[in-house]
């Protein structure tokens, strides 16, 4: 489909282990957004970018966090030393600009941190 | 700092029954506000968008949205209601002067009853 994939699915982890997670946008998009959802909550802004840039990272929670996009396409979201609190849905969207278009959300990546 | 509360946590209606989902906004200026919809298994899909202009907009599959800006609100209503409506639907606020970082309220969950 031509829609936005995130790979894995599902993620299970063990406390402490590094993660990677996998965001493919549509084609064509330059904008790019992850955000994490917990249970029972709205998707949480973590990262925007746009091209390959991280425009704005104001929602990374802390340094355990770093997400990449270096060629404008892919992007990963990585996280260092995971802890359970970590466990949630990791959403990613994308835009053909940024400003007013509206964001393509993936079906996300559950990660369970044990 | 903007913030988008639901203040339903959960509703259910009979199918064919209107609905009114209820969300208001803090912003100090003129809002980018959104309806998604997300279904189990499925990203989140946008529903309808307010910038500018006609403060009744219309969506996807027969939802409309209100905003008036003395109450702060951007109700999400549909006449008659269909079983394939059931699902999680998440009111969002733009951050700023665009729409690149979006504040997601806590969602109401939409139950149908046949």
């Known amino acids: 489909g031509a829609g936005v994939s995130q790979t894995p699915s599902n993620k299970v982890t063990e406390k402490g282990k590094y993660v990677e997670l996998r965001c493919d946008p549509i084609s064509g998009h330059t904008a790019l957004y992850w955000y994490r959802q917990s249970l029972g909550q709205g998707p949480e802004f973590l990262i925007y970018f746009q091209g390959t840039g991280a425009a704005d990272d104001s929602g990374l929670p802390n340094d355990r966090f770093f997400a990449v996009r270096p060629e404008g396409s892919v992007s990963t979201l990585k996280i260092q030393r995971t802890e359970r609190g970590d466990s949630a849905v990791y959403l990613c969207?994308?835009?053909?600009?940024?400003?007013?278009?509206?964001?393509?959300f993936g079906p996300g990546t559950r990660l369970t941190v044990l | 700092a903007q913030s988008v509360t639901q203040p339903d946590i959960h509703i259910t209606v009979s199918e064919g029954a209107s609905l009114e989902l209820r969300c208001n906004y803090s912003?100090?200026?003129?809002?980018?506000l959104f309806w998604y919809v997300q279904s189990p298994g499925q990203g989140l899909q946008l529903l309808l968008k307010y910038f500018s202009g006609d403060t009744l907009v219309q969506g996807i599959k027969g939802f409309e949205a209100e905003f008036k800006r003395s109450q702060s609100s951007f109700n999400l209503r549909k006449p008659s209601v269909h079983w394939s409506d059931a699902a999680e639907y998440f009111c969002a606020v733009g951050d700023g002067y665009n729409t690149d970082k979006l504040i997601f309220g806590t969602g109401t969950r939409l139950q149908v009853f046949p």
């Open positions: 912003y100090g200026a003129t809002p980018y």
């Open positions: 969207a994308s835009s053909p600009g940024h400003g007013e278009g509206e964001q393509f």
